[in-house]
């Protein structure tokens, strides 16, 4: 993983590369290289807090090595980003829980972070895991994957004291090799799945709470 910067709009921005090279396939949400299929790196670039352009996938893209790959983006400083471990299984999170967000709210409710947005271009994620994983993996438990990643980030934050599963527009990326035995399942209780929850949770768990000191000290407590 390397973290480098650059300056955009007057401010300096963090972002985070992992370089997987060849024989890795991932599943993911993210706007650029989202789905499944082969993969040779991942970027999860932090962009300026109210984010207006209305071409992220481009530049996304202009922020990237050549190849097939996962483009992420984030308002959160990934100069914070969290790492843990289980069992071979490695997650690393950047937390950023200024509006924390419920996923089931009223009909009509505007996400008080996205209403300047709206209309404008797609939000930017302001938690983004990344997980990879040493086994191979069907398509179905790719997507297992990700519902664990989803439901263990949710119980990280409920732990945590914060009143919401998530933000509005959170990005996730599953990385696991091409070849060798298919795991058929990745839910919380399978053998790799649990390991993922974990290392997923404990990563999240510690980034809110290190974002409550962080979010006293800007000013945002509450907002």
């Known amino acids: 993983m390397k973290l480098t910067y650059r300056v955009e709009e007057g401010a300096r921005l963090g972002s985070l590369l992992w370089e997987l090279g060849p024989g890795r396939r991932a599943i993911s949400s993210a706007m650029l290289g989202g789905g499944i299929g082969p993969r040779s790196w991942v970027l999860n670039a932090q962009v300026v807090a109210g984010y207006a352009r209305t071409d992220p996938v481009e530049h996304l893209a202009g922020l990237a090595p050549p190849g097939e790959g996962v483009g992420m983006m984030t308002a959160a400083?990934?100069?914070?980003?969290?790492?843990?471990?289980?069992?071979?299984?490695?997650?690393?999170?950047?937390v950023g829980l200024r509006v924390p967000t419920w996923?089931?709210?009223?009909?009509?409710?505007?996400?008080?972070?996205?209403?300047?947005?709206?209309?404008?271009?797609?939000?930017?994620?302001?938690?983004?895991i990344?997980?990879?994983?040493?086994?191979?993996?069907?398509?179905?438990?790719l997507v297992n994957?990700?519902?664990?990643?989803?439901?263990?980030?949710?119980?990280?934050?409920?732990?945590?004291g914060f009143?919401?599963?998530?933000?509005?527009?959170?990005?996730?990326c599953v990385v696991v090799p091409v070849s060798g035995p298919e795991e058929l399942f990745a839910g919380p209780r399978s053998t790799w799945g649990a390991r993922l929850a974990r290392a997923v949770h404990a990563a999240v768990r510690r980034g809110a709470e290190e974002w409550r000191p962080y979010d006293r000290e800007s000013g945002n407590v509450g907002k």
């Open 77 to 94: 400083s990934v100069d914070r980003y969290v790492t843990a471990e289980d069992g071979g299984v490695r997650a690393v999170a950047t």
């Open 103 to 128: 996923a089931a709210a009223p009909e009509g409710a505007t996400d008080p972070e996205l209403a300047p947005m709206l209309g404008v271009a797609p939000p930017v994620g302001t938690i983004n």
């Open 130 to 141: 990344m997980a990879t994983l040493p086994v191979a993996m069907t398509d179905a438990a």
């Open 145 to 160: 994957a990700v519902m664990t990643v989803t439901e263990a980030k949710a119980q990280a934050l409920a732990e945590a």
């Open 163 to 172: 009143a919401g599963t998530g933000t509005a527009s959170d990005a996730v």
